[in-house]
């Protein structure tokens, strides 16, 4: 949770020890929050069947609006949006553009299909090595 903001006091945030802090972040705790994973891999992965696995797992109940290749999912008080990035070559180029606006990254392996592994590290290699990618979690 980002810094908690206390009006009316000087310095412009507060004490964790105040009344106000704690009746801020709980207003901040009723909020849903929306979460936002990216679902990458090469192509034929298995990023579908994974999503599909976690959706159910999960049991969360799916939310409507998403978009194609998304799919949205209420887990608790997140609103978490998987979103799969097409995995063939000429598509990865596209995939940087979502990078800022993700919490977390499940990069899918198939580990029965030795003959990519290699390009699967460089592809993920070189996901990892960009900047707006630097600090968020990874799933592989
Ligand atoms: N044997 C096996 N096949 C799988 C598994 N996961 C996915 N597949 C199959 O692999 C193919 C590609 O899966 P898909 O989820 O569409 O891959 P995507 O292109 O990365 O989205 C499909 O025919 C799936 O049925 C798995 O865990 N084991
Ligand atoms: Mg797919």
């Not at 592994?117 to 630097?134: C, G, I, N, Q, Y």
Request: proline share 6%.
């Amino acid at each position: 949770m980002g810094r908690v903001l206390c009006p009316g006091a000087s310095s412009g945030h507060c004490s964790p020890g105040s009344t106000a802090f704690f009746w801020d972040a709980h207003l901040l705790l009723l909020l849903p929050r929306k979460v936002t994973l990216l679902v990458m891999g090469l192509d034929n992965a298995g990023k579908t069947s994974v999503i599909v696995d976690i959706e159910r797992a999960l049991a969360g109940e799916a939310l409507p609006d998403a978009q194609p290749g998304q799919r949205r999912l209420r887990v608790e008080r997140l609103e978490v949006t998987l979103l799969e990035l097409p995995g063939a070559q000429r598509s990865r180029s596209a995939w940087r553009s979502h990078y800022s606006r993700a919490h977390g990254l499940l990069f899918v392996l198939d580990s029965g299909d030795l003959p990519r592994m290699e390009e699967a590290r460089k592809v993920l290699s070189r996901v990892l090595s960009h900047p707006d990618v630097s600090g968020k979690p990874l799933l592989l």
